[in-house]
């Protein structure tokens, strides 16, 4: 267990909708990237947060979005949802609070699985 | 970030180590090697990572040559639930308490076998 946790664990939905997935970084961590795993793809970074302000940019779609919010959740939202988004999405956090270890290791959520029919 | 090659797969006897190279040739002074491993669809799980000296823990060893060209993670005593796409990154490590997105590579599809 990495102490992050994602929900929803399965998610279907269709075409043209809209669906959020969630975050919960490590205790104490302030970093969240999130990643998309499609078949033909493999991982690829899509974007991070740091204390709440997006700190870098991946290969993001403009109908994404994400944001994290003051106690360190991130929210990945994907809208007009296409088939070819469905994917594994991984949520991963770094980076603990002043007074512990800082460290650069990136630990992953079990992820969500969408399914766009 | 350096590019990694790896190769696309191996098999190793259960109980036997596992050895699995990464080839790095252009990492830069400040550039860490990580390993990631990803058992069938779970989220990718850390391994081990360094600088320039071995390093071990609890799940492997990683050997990184001398002119920080490869490295090879070393899984002592391999079991089934080793098998895994494990995943050679290298990048730069923090600065100024921010930290970089990883970038993944195709992996070695490592097999256990029994």
């Known amino acids: 267990d990495s102490g992050v946790t994602q929900t929803p664990k399965h998610l279907i939905t269709a075409t043209g909708q809209r669906v959020t997935l969630r975050c919960s970084p490590r205790s104490g961590d302030l970093s969240v990237y999130w990643y998309q795993q499609s078949l033909d793809q493999g991982l690829q970074f899509l974007i991070q947060y740091y204390n709440g302000e997006e700190r870098a940019k991946g290969n993001i779609l403009e109908r994404f979005s994400a944001q994290q919010f003051p106690d360190l959740h991130s929210e990945l939202n994907l809208s007009s949802l296409e088939l070819g988004d469905s994917a594994l999405y991984f949520c991963?956090?770094?980076?603990?609070?002043?007074?512990?270890?800082?460290?650069?290791?990136?630990?992953f959520g079990p992820g969500t699985r969408l399914t766009v029919l | 970030d350096a590019k990694t090659t790896q190769p696309t797969s191996m098999d190793c006897a259960e109980g036997r180590a596992a050895n699995l190279p990464c080839n790095h040739s252009?990492?830069?002074?400040?550039?860490?090697v990580y390993w990631y491993r990803q058992i069938h669809s779970q989220g990718p799980q850390y391994i081990i990572h360094?600088?320039?000296n071995n390093e071990t823990n609890e799940m492997a060893s990683l050997i990184i040559t001398e002119d920080r060209k490869s490295s090879t993670l070393i899984l002592p005593h391999a079991t089934l639930r080793d098998t895994a796409v494990y995943y050679c990154?290298?990048?730069?490590?923090?600065?100024?308490?921010?930290?970089?997105?990883?970038?993944f590579g195709s992996g070695t599809q490592l097999t256990v076998l029994p």
């Open positions: 252009t990492i830069s002074g400040n550039e860490y």
């Open positions: 991963a956090s770094s980076a603990r609070l002043a007074g512990g270890p800082v460290t650069d290791t990136q630990y």
């Open positions: 360094g600088l320039k």
């Open positions: 990154i290298v990048r730069v490590g923090i600065s100024s308490g921010s930290a970089r997105q990883l970038t």
